[in-house]
């Protein structure tokens, strides 16, 4: 079983669309991050989180450390939020730095 | 600031030849990590570097090695090439203090071997 597992693999949806990403892992962390690649692209930093909540425009994303879980949501969803979103895991003390990734969802948004 | 920057962009190399990677972290920077993109195995992390020293190694192959010099920029060698270590390789650069989990990324080599 992967440290980071991330769901659904693939999701399709229509432009407008609430959609949410989510992300589970059997470590204790000290932070998690949420990453975006477009097609052929590099990785962009969405969010780092370390408890509660963060907003950024129409993107929000929540952890709840007890649980081990944090989900990515995605409001009004947009053709241009079509990418890969990957979910990576920081364990923090001496593997600071060392990111654990999930497999990444596949996101695409028909107009 | 200046991004995170990696060079080449691109690469061909033939099996049994090596590379060297370079990446310029954020100023101010101190902390270097290095992954590989894969279609296989996804995002895996090779190591991480910090004021010049190795803290943090993944489990690749020693012909797998990098370095980090006094001003932070970081260097990745890879020997004896195979055809399995074509992939996109990242750096990603961190402050160390303060928001010391934030990671920035660079654009990536992408390495093809044939």
Known sequence: KN?????????TAQEGEFITIN???????????WLQ?????????????SSGKKKHGRLIATIN?????SSLHITASHPRDSAVYIC??????????????????????HP | KAGVTQT????????????????????GHR???????????GLQFLFEYFSETQRNKGNFPGRFSGRQFSNSRSEMNVSTLELGDSALYLCASSPGRGNRYEQYFGP???LTVT
């Open chain 2, 108 to 110: 990536g080599t992408r």
């Open chain 1, 65 to 69: 450390i007890q649980e081990k879980h």
């Open chain 1, 3 to 11: 440290e980071v597992e991330q769901s659904p693999q693939n999701l």
């Open chain 1, 37 to 49: 690649q477009h097609p052929g692209g590099g990785i962009v930093s969405l969010f780092m989180l």
């Open chain 1, 23 to 33: 992300c589970s892992y059997s470590v204790g962390i000290s932070a998690l991050h």
């Open chain 2, 8 to 27: 080449p962009r691109y690469l061909i190399k033939t099996r049994g030849q090596q590379v060297t990677l370079s990446c310029s972290p954020i100023s």
């Open chain 2, 31 to 41: 902390s270097v990590s290095w992954y590989q993109q894969t279609p296989g195995q």
């Open chain 1, 88 to 109: 990576a895991v920081d364990a923090g003390g001496t593997s600071y730095g060392k990111l654990t990734f999930g497999q990444g969802t596949i996101l695409t948004v």
